[in-house]
């Protein structure tokens, strides 16, 4: 068995106190849903310096470890021990910052993934002519969680903080860097490095005013039918970055004017489905402006955004 290789519990590591009975209880949940995100780590001598509370969930959840769950650290496991003492306390804000670190990590590990498959794609594949060796088309294809959907689950961090927290470092490590020391809210940085999030107003819908009861002559054609995705809640938004963006009562459209870069936003039986090319382009939100801004999170991480 892989915690085999666990030879023991080193004296920093038990010296950390253990998560509240929530936070174990959110973490076991956690790794249900996604998996162990972040890797258990021993010294040299198998004796275990980090993830005690993370190896617990596991064993509480069911979740036999592989190998690459465990990684030999030649760090201080006092320094580390500090470090898990300080996140305890951890604010709101500093959370969010720490979550922003581990969605980078999380989307490198993605992008590699991705282009491993694209090679594998590539192989040319042989197969018998029996039944039995015949992929089926018709099993349908399991749609992956996104990773700032998993980090976000992981780490109890909310979209929205984890999308502010990314503009932030982006905008300004350092102020990024004041935030994680805790001298600066996430909203405050937010402010200070020109990124806070700009407050949607919803458009007023007006009834039409009734065009007057016209005569009809014996010559005129009967009026078409209107289309549906041209009502009096459609909204034509072109901004500085390129985007062309199409927003109608019931969907949204994106469109990229120098790009190949084509998006849509829909109502879907579990929220608001977006898509964006591909079936790794995709996800399903809650509400209809959570998914329009993973469209446009899409196009930023995509090359999409020109400003």
């Keep these: 068995m892989v915690a085999d290789r666990i030879e023991g519990v080193h004296e920093a590591c038990s010296a950390v106190p253990k998560i509240v009975e929530r936070d174990f209880d959110q973490l076991v949940d956690s790794i249900l849903t996604n998996g162990l995100l972040r890797p258990i ?36 496991p006092n320094a580390i021990a500090r470090s ?44 018998s002519l029996g039944t039995d060796s015949v992929p089926s088309e018709t099993e349908p ?24 927290a990314r503009r932030i ?30 407050k949607r107003v919803k458009p007023i819908a007006t009834n039409p005013a009734k065009p007057e009861p016209t005569k009809k002559s014996a010559k005129s054609k009967p009026a078409e039918n209107p289309s ?17 963006t199409l927003r109608c009562e019931h969907a949204t459209f994106y469109i990229h004017m120098t790009k190949a870069f084509v998006a849509v936003v829909i109502p879907d039986e579990e929220g608001w489905w977006w898509y964006a090319g591909t079936d790794d382009d995709q996800g399903i939100n809650d509400h209809r402006e959570d998914a329009e801004q993973s469209v446009l999170d899409w196009f930023s991480a995509n090359g999409g955004n020109d400003a």
Excluded: Y
């Design 141 to 164: 294809i399991k749609r992956q969680p996104r990773a700032k959907d998993k980090v976000a689950a992981a780490s109890g961090v909310s979209r929205d903080k984890l999308t502010v």
């Design 41 to 76: 780590e021993i010294d040299s001598n198998g004796l275990l310096v980090d993830g005690r509370s993370r190896l617990q969930a596991c064993k509480a959840a069911g979740i036999p470890l592989e190998e690459k769950d465990i990684v030999v650290t030649d760090a201080d």
């Design 84 to 127: 898990n003492n300080a996140r305890r306390h951890l604010t709101t804000s500093q959370r969010a910052m720490e979550a922003e670190r581990l969605l980078r990590k999380e989307e490198e590990l993605a992008a590699q993934r991705k282009a491993e498959g694209g090679k594998k794609s590539r192989q040319p594949k042989q197969c």
């Design 228 to 244: 549906p995705w041209r009502d009096e809640f459609t909204q034509l938004i072109d901004t500085p970055d390129g985007i062309r």
């Design 169 to 198: 470092r982006k905008a300004d490590p350092e102020i990024a860097e004041k935030v994680e020391q805790g001298e600066l809210s996430l909203e405050e940085a937010a402010e200070k490095a020109g990124v806070a999030p700009k």
